[in-house]
């Protein structure tokens, strides 16, 4: 059985050409002339070629290499390869999930903005065993493996070349996830506050879950914490310190005690200070 360090570094390459490829493809979507005019299916087309090529490569290299591993992509249902894996559930102890989100933050990605991601994770029976989110258009990533921190480097960087990620000033800025606007009165007394439902405007870019990792955020708040894309995120912002936790304060159950692939509702917060602001205005509403 591979070790995560050891996905990571064989997937990290690969990672570098699907980057390449996302940032090619959105420019050819974003440059399609006269968009009032193109078919109503065109942008979810353009999005499923990005997400199953990029989906696809990396189940070829895993398979190529790793052909044991249980794997669950967000494509799982379209792609060729899915039946290939030996599972798309999480393994008994000792075995891993790896999963992947080929193209986090959809909209984003179509209306043209920076702010996407593609995440992978390697998870075991009770928690991340790690965590790697490349930012196409930032030329970055982040990684973390259990235990060791979180790290950030230029995706040319090897993993070892990478640098400790440590956030001391965030902004005074919480993200609102769907269906958390409620939250946005009980905060904005203390805090800029941005809800991705109200806020979001295909021609302003405003802060996404990944922007815990640039010190744009201090606080993040979201309905449910998918381990494909939010938990994974909130797993980078603990291994540089941050506190994590469910919407009433309890530890996040272990993996293999959720259901859809995902943990419930999810707090992420830079200081005590915040983390208990959040709390007490999720307890108001």
């Known amino acids: ?80 390869n899915t039946k290939y894996f030996s599972g798309i559930e999480l393994g008994p102890p000792g075995e891993y999930l790896v999963t992947l989100d080929p193209i986090d933050g959809t909209r984003f990605y179509l209306d043209g903005h920076p702010s996407y991601q593609i995440i992978l994770t390697v998870l075991g029976w009770e928690t991340f065993e790690a965590v790697l989110a490349v930012s196409p258009a930032y030329d970055r990533y982040y990684y973390t493996l259990k235990g060791e921190g979180t790290f950030i480097g230029q995706l040319h960087d090897d993993l070892d070349a990478c640098e400790p990620l440590s956030i001391n000033q965030p902004e005074p800025t919480i993200l609102l996830g769907w269906d958390m606007e409620a939250l946005r009165d009980k905060l904005s007394d203390r805090y800029s506050v941005v809800s991705v439902q109200e806020d979001y405007r295909s021609d302003r870019l405003i802060p996404t879950v990944n922007n815990i990792l640039t010190g744009d955020l201090c606080g993040v708040v ?60 999720l307890k108001a509403v």
């Open 222 to 281: 979201l309905a449910r914490g998918k381990f494909i894309d939010g938990a994974a995120l909130a797993t980078l912002a603990q291994g540089m310190g941050y506190r994590i936790s469910d919407h009433d304060g309890s530890a996040l159950p272990p993996l293999h005690a959720c259901k859809n692939y995902q943990w419930p509702g999810l707090i992420m917060a830079a200081s005590d200070e915040v983390y208990q602001d959040l709390l007490t205005a």
């Open 1 to 80: 059985m591979p070790t995560p360090h050891n996905i990571l570094t064989t997937v990290l390459p690969q990672l570098r050409l699907a980057a390449a490829y996302a940032q090619q493809i959105q420019a050819g979507i974003v440059a399609q002339p006269d968009k009032d005019h193109l078919p109503e299916n065109f942008f979810a087309t353009a999005l499923t070629d990005a997400d199953l090529s990029i989906q696809t490569f990396v189940e070829v290299v895993l398979l190529g290499q790793f052909p044991k591993l249980r794997f669950y992509g967000e494509e799982f249902e379209k792609t060729y």
